[in-house]
């Protein structure tokens, strides 16, 4: 069965204390893989889209990276700002499914 | 502005009075679907629709109906609306061209009581 599995499932941070979030899947054939930011009460915002092994993606402090198994959202430096929740999703042929999320919270 | 709007943004309503959510996208995408949201469960599909007049269940329909008569509008029907529909929902679209991703409108939260 098809699966996207995120951890860990919530996150602690000191301002300035990179860490990194795991998404992995299996899907028959992957077509796209998304990260999106979520703030409480609010919709999904997009982030990056990954569409092959290797290929990375950067905005800000947030860098996505793939690989055949599982995507990583590397969070450098974070900021009190940076507070939410992180999904991830994969588009595999026809259909579109969603991680449970990492919920991150960057204290000062 | 490319946006999905849904309204209304809050509902409470009364167990087994029929309401509608609505949902319209300016960004002529195939693609629509609904979710819902609750703590723990994360997103869950509703129904989605590939194009006008093409629907198809998604992972928790019951209860729930749509139609798509017209490529930007994909409203959601609830006709008997129970309190374990209170919910957080949420209306997206995505192009079919592609592997683009879902553009999320603002949600409704919904409350049956």
């Known amino acids: 069965e098809d699966q996207v599995t995120q951890s860990p499932e919530a996150l602690r941070l000191q301002e300035g204390e990179s860490s990194s979030l795991n998404c992995s899947y299996t899907?028959?054939?992957?077509?796209?893989l998304f990260w999106y930011r979520q703030d409480p009460g609010k919709g999904p915002e997009f982030l990056f889209t990954?569409?092959?092994a290797g290929e990375e993606k950067e905005k800000e402090r947030l860098k996505a990276t793939l690989t055949k198994k599982e995507s990583f959202l590397h969070i450098t430096a974070p900021k009190p700002e940076d507070s939410a929740t992180y999904l991830c999703?994969?588009?595999?042929?026809?259909?579109?499914?969603f991680g449970a999320g990492t919920q991150v919270v960057v204290t000062p | 502005e490319a946006q999905v709007t849904q309204n209304p943004r809050y509902l409470i309503t009364v167990t087994g009075k029929k309401l509608t959510v609505t949902c319209s996208q300016n960004?002529?995408?195939?693609?629509m679907s609904w979710y819902r949201q609750d703590p723990g469960l994360g997103l869950r599909q509703i129904y989605y629709?590939?194009?006008?007049?093409?629907?198809d269940k998604g992972d928790v329909p019951e209860g729930y109906k749509v139609s798509r008569k017209e490529k930007r509008n994909f409203p959601l029907i609830l006709e008997s609306p129970s309190p374990n529909q209170t919910s957080l929902y949420f209306c997206?679209?995505?192009?079919?061209?592609?592997?683009?991703?879902?553009?999320f409108g603002s949600g409704t939260r919904l409350t049956v009581v």
């Open positions: 997206a679209s995505r192009t079919g061209t592609g592997g683009y991703g879902y553009t």
């Open positions: 899907v028959s054939g992957l077509r796209g």
């Open positions: 990954l569409y092959s």
């Open positions: 999703a994969v588009l595999d042929w026809g259909k579109f499914q």
């Open positions: 960004m002529n995408h195939e693609y």
């Open positions: 629709s590939m194009n006008v007049e093409v629907t």
